[in-house]
């Protein structure tokens, strides 16, 4: 059964394959840096990527509204293995930008997060990730997201999403890297994002928000540059 599929950086031009959903051990699915477009609708009912640990649609042409459908059905995310949390085994690399994650298993691959490049020896099946960054969704941020409860990265950078930050992002309590910069979101910063005690980077910058910056936890570590342009 396929566990991993990565077809990124490619001149893949094609809408959303959903019919992937369909495979029910597929656990890795990076198709960053394409020509994908269009929106991400749930087609068939069956199609829901049920075993989805970790998903990078980043640096394509997605537009619409984020895929609420899928966030409710990504069990995977839902419900995350607290029995090892130590499950990246990380050394310095000297590139920038990206991260290049070894698996236990024969494979490898590249996503983004935290804004360095690390190459790590082991992920464990603990990991789990979102990265829709660099793409065309508009609308607000779903409620819907803070249920993903086993994320360590959500990165939704770089897209034309509006309205508040939901205070359901709080939920999130394994989140290590938070990415909602370059878009058009207003209001305040929840305060519910205090209680994410293994947040190390969060960005907001360039967006329309306003208010105090929360104090106290990891908020108290966090660089002037995490808020710019707001």
């Known amino acids: 059964m396929l566990e991993f599929l990565d077809l990124g ?21 990076i198709l960053h840096s394409n020509g994908l477009h269009g929106a991400i609708n749930v087609l068939e009912s069956n199609s829901l990527f049920s075993s989805l640990q970790i998903i990078d649609l980043s640096h394509n042409e997605f537009s619409g509204r984020l895929p609420t459908e899928y966030f409710k059905r990504w069990n995977a ?28 298993y024969p494979y490898s691959m590249t996503i983004t997060n935290k804004g360095s490049r690390l190459e790590y020896a082991k ?3 603990v990991f789990s990730g979102v990265d829709l960054s660099c793409n065309k969704f508009k609308g607000e941020i779903p409620q819907i997201v803070g249920s993903l409860k086993g994320l ?4 939704l950078s770089n ?38 005690n293994f947040l190390e980077v969060f960005n907001v910058s360039h967006n329309h928000l306003r208010g105090p910056i929360p104090k106290g936890q990891q908020f108290d570590t966090f660089e002037n540059n995490s808020f710019d342009g707001n």
């Open 9 to 29: 950086d490619n001149h893949i031009k094609d809408t959303f394959p959903f019919w992937l959903g369909t495979l029910p051990k597929l656990k890795i699915l």
């Open 77 to 104: 995310m839902v419900n995350p293995n607290k029995k090892n949390k130590a499950y990246l085994h990380a050394y310095d690399h000297p590139l920038v930008n990206d991260y290049i994650l070894h698996n236990q």
């Open 123 to 125: 992920v464990l099946e």
């Open 152 to 155: 360590q990265l959500l990165n």
């Open 159 to 196: 897209n034309i999403l509006v309205g508040l930050i939901p205070p359901t992002l709080g939920n999130l309590t394994n989140l290590e890297a938070l990415d909602l910069s370059q878009n058009k979101l207003i209001g305040s910063i929840p305060t519910q994002l205090t209680q994410l």
